[in-house]
């Protein structure tokens, strides 16, 4: 290699390296700016300890005192960084001032922008959602990836007999959702209570509901 190519050579590399390191250098403030972000409006949200500690209450949702400045630093975040963590802090915002109609739209957009991201949870709900507002061929493609997930999910939890209790019931409960036949969750229930001998607190009312749109009222009315 002649010295005039040797040195086109190097400037070469020097510039790429230096641009790598650059937007190295830049990646990494992005997210430290979006950690603060997201420290900033979590302390927010925590500091109005009536909003965050009571439970959610259906009838009369509660704003949060500081809400347009947590929606602002959630927003900055996502619009520099829409990463998973991101997305899960403005969804327990959202859930929390039970914003439904807001929940539904983020959900879809988090799936549109990292559906790799969306647990057996996050699908179920959003089928849940899709359902609740009328796209029953949406929601059915969601509880159908849902019971996917929820497969994974048991497979995963085997060795923990209550976690693997709890997940299939959360499986069936998809299922019956889908279906509209709550008959694979009240078999899931009692084949529950039988391996533990026990009953999970709070499931007898669960036990009655015969179609879907019982089970929206009492979640979502």
Same mark, same amino acid.
């Given at each position: $290699?002649?010295?005039? @190519?040797?040195?086109?050579?190097?400037? #070469?590399?020097?510039?790429?390296?230096?641009? $790598?390191?650059?937007?190295?250098?830049? %990646?990494?403030?992005?997210?430290?700016?979006?950690?603060?972000?997201?420290?900033?409006?979590?302390?927010? #949200?925590?500091?109005?300890?009536?909003?965050?500690?009571?439970?959610? +209450?259906?009838? =009369?949702?509660?704003?949060?005192?500081?809400?347009?400045?947590?929606?602002?630093?959630?927003?900055?975040?996502?619009?520099?960084?829409?990463?998973?963590?991101?997305?899960?802090?403005?969804?327990?915002? @959202?859930?929390?001032?039970?914003? &439904?109609?807001?929940?539904? +739209? @983020?959900? *879809?957009?988090?799936?549109? *922008?990292?559906?790799?991201?969306?647990?057996?949870?996050?699908?179920?709900?959003?089928? $849940? &959602?899709?359902?609740? *507002?009328?796209?029953?061929?949406?929601?059915?493609?969601?509880?159908?990836?849902? +019971?996917?997930?929820?497969?994974?999910?048991?497979?995963?939890?085997?060795? /923990?007999? &209550?976690?693997?209790?709890?997940?299939?019931?959360?499986?069936? &409960?998809? @299922?019956?959702?889908?279906?509209? /036949?709550?008959?694979?969750?009240?078999?899931?229930?009692?084949?529950?209570?039988?391996? =533990?001998?026990?009953?999970?607190?709070?499931?007898?009312?669960?036990?009655?509901?015969?179609? %879907?749109?019982?089970?929206? *009222?009492? $979640?979502?009315?």
């Amino acid at each position: $290699m002649n010295a005039k @190519l040797f040195l086109m050579v190097g400037c #070469m590399a020097g510039i790429v390296s230096a641009c $790598m390191h650059e937007k190295s250098d830049d %990646k990494s403030d992005i997210l430290q700016t979006v950690r603060g972000l997201m420290l900033e409006a979590d302390s927010l #949200m925590q500091s109005d300890s009536l909003f965050w500690n009571k439970p959610i +209450d259906k009838l =009369h949702p509660r704003v949060c005192i500081h809400d347009s400045l947590i929606r602002q630093k959630l927003d900055s975040a996502l619009a520099l960084c829409p990463d998973k963590q991101t997305y899960l802090l403005k969804y327990r915002y @959202l859930f929390q001032s039970w914003h &439904l109609e807001e929940v539904l +739209d @983020l959900l *879809r957009e988090m799936d549109v *922008r990292m559906s790799d991201s969306m647990s057996s949870e996050l699908l179920h709900l959003k089928a $849940m &959602l899709e359902d609740y *507002r009328g796209d029953t061929l949406t929601a059915r493609k969601d509880f159908l990836r849902a +019971d996917s997930a929820y497969t994974i999910k048991i497979q995963q939890v085997a060795q /923990d007999s &209550l976690m693997y209790g709890f997940a299939r019931i959360e499986k069936a &409960l998809n @299922l019956s959702l889908m279906q509209n /036949d709550f008959r694979p969750l009240r078999e899931e229930i009692a084949f529950y209570e039988r391996v =533990h001998s026990s009953s999970i607190n709070g499931i007898e009312q669960w036990k009655q509901i015969s179609d %879907k749109a019982t089970y929206y *009222r009492k $979640m979502f009315e």
